[in-house]
C-alpha cells in the first residue's frame, strides 16, 4: 500500500479562455425542500487548486447559500448539514456532493438531502450523464480515456488525466503526453495539467540506467545536505513523510536492511515529505531513523520530490558509486535480496 499525492478533487466544466491563476467568482444558492422547518447549519468542504477550503451557511427559511472564488476550472462540493446544539447522536442530518464551477450554481434538496436537483453547472450536468453512459462506479481506463480524446475543453478530461495519471497509474508516458496535447490550450494552462506535464518529464529522466538528479536539502539541524557528497558510495535516496503509514511499516525494514549492509558500504538518505518539521522529527525518534534525514518541509512539492517524479510513498532510488541509478522502488525482501547481491 503507498500514499498517493492528490493533485486535484474536482470534475468537469467547459471553459473559456482563463489563466489558471486567475480566481474565478462561484456561488451556491441551496433550498431544503420538506415538511418540517430545516435547524442547523451547512458546512461546505472543497479543495482548489491543492488548498483545503472550508465554509459554513446558516439555515434561514429553508435555504442556504456560498459565495467564493476558484482558481480550479471546477471543484467537487461536499456539503454537510448539521445541528451542532442538537444531541451528539442527532447532529448529523445529511450530506451531498456535487460539482460546481464558476458562476450561480441552484442545488434543491429533498427530504432525502442527497436527493437533490442542480441548475446552473454544466459540470455536474456531464458527469451524470458520464455515470449514466459508463455505470456509477468507478470509471476504468478505456472510457475515461475516450471521454478525454473526444471532450478537450471539458474539465472532467483533467480529472481524468489526473486519476489515470495519480491514482489508477496505467498510462504509459507517451499517452500521458498524447492526451495531455489534445487538451484544449486553455486547459493546458491550469496548474493541474501543469504539474503533471513536470511529474512525467521527471520520471523520463529519473529512471534505471540514468544518472541520478543533484540535490540539496536541509538535515535536521538545517545542515545542507547534498547529494553529490556520497559519491564513491552506494546510498539509497528515501522518499517518506510521518503521516503515511505504509512508510512508517516499511521503516523497520529499511533500518534492517541498514544495520545489515552499512559496514559493507551501505548508506541512506531520507527525504521526508512532511510540511512541518515537529512531526518529522518526532517520527525519526520514534522510528529510530539512525541515517541522515533531510527535508525542505514542502510535502510533494518538495525540489527533491519533484526531480525525481515522486507523487507516491514509500519511494526509493539505489544509487551506486559512479552517481548512476540501479534499481527504484524497492520495498520488503526485495530490498535485502538486491543489498545482497551487490554486497556478497
Not at 434538496?109 to 453512459?133: H, V, W, Y
Amino acid at each position: 500500500m503507498i500514499m498517493i499525492k492528490k493533485i486535484i478533487i474536482s470534475t468537469l466544466v467547459t471553459l473559456p479562455l482563463l489563466s489558471a491563476a486567475q480566481k474565478k467568482p462561484f456561488s451556491i444558492d441551496g433550498k431544503i425542500n420538506m415538511d418540517s422547518i430545516p435547524s442547523g447549519k451547512i458546512y461546505l468542504a472543497y479543495n482548489d487548486n491543492g488548498a483545503e477550503m472550508r465554509d459554513s451557511s446558516s439555515i434561514v427559511n429553508k435555504t442556504y447559500h456560498f459565495k467564493g472564488e476558484m482558481y480550479d476550472g471546477a471543484v467537487k462540493a461536499n456539503l454537510y448539514w448539521e445541528d451542532r446544539t442538537a444531541d451528539k447522536t442527532k447532529r448529523f442530518k445529511g450530506f451531498a456532493q456535487f460539482y460546481t464551477g464558476p458562476g450561480k450554481v441552484k442545488v434543491t434538496n429533498k427530504s432525502k438531502f442527497n436527493d437533490m436537483e442542480i441548475t446552473g453547472s454544466p459540470t455536474e450536468d456531464d458527469a451524470r450523464l458520464f455515470a449514466q453512459q459508463n455505470g456509477a462506479g468507478r470509471p476504468t481506463k478505456e472510457p475515461m480515456v475516450a471521454f478525454i480524446k473526444s471532450h478537450p475543453d471539458s474539465w472532467l478530461s483533467v480529472v481524468f488525466i489526473d486519476n489515470l495519471v495519480i491514482d489508477l497509474r496505467n498510462l504509459t508516458l507517451d499517452e500521458i503526453d498524447g492526451l495531455i496535447a489534445g487538451l484544449s490550450p486553455a486547459l493546458r494552462e491550469y496548474d493541474t495539467i501543469k504539474d503533471i506535464k513536470t511529474l512525467t518529464a521527471s520520471r523520463r529522466v529519473a529512471i534505471v540506467g540514468n544518472p541520478a538528479i543533484e540535490f540539496t536539502a536541509p538535515d535536521v539541524n538545517g545542515k545542507i545536505v547534498s547529494l553529490s557528497s556520497y559519491r564513491g558510495k552506494y546510498v539509497m535516496i528515501d522518499f517518506w513523510a510521518s503521516w503515511c503509514h505504509p512508510c512508517r511499516a516499511e521503516n523497520p525494514n529499511v533500518t534492517a536492511a541498514y544495520e545489515r549492509f552499512k559496514d559493507k558500504g551501505f548508506n541512506v538518505l531520507s527525504v521526508s515529505l512532511d510540511m512541518t518539521k515537529e512531526p518529522w522529527l518526532k517520527a525519526v525518534k520514534q522510528d529510530s531513523l539512525a541515517w541522515t534525514q533531510v527535508s525542505n518541509l514542502k510535502g510533494f512539492k518538495d525540489e527533491v520530490a519533484v526531480k525525481y517524479g515522486i507523487h507516491a510513498i514509500p519511494d526509493n532510488f539505489l544509487i551506486d558509486p559512479k552517481g548512476n541509478i540501479i534499481a527504484k522502488g524497492l520495498h520488503g525482501e526485495e530490498l535485502h535480496k538486491k543489498l545482497a547481491e551487490i554486497f556478497k
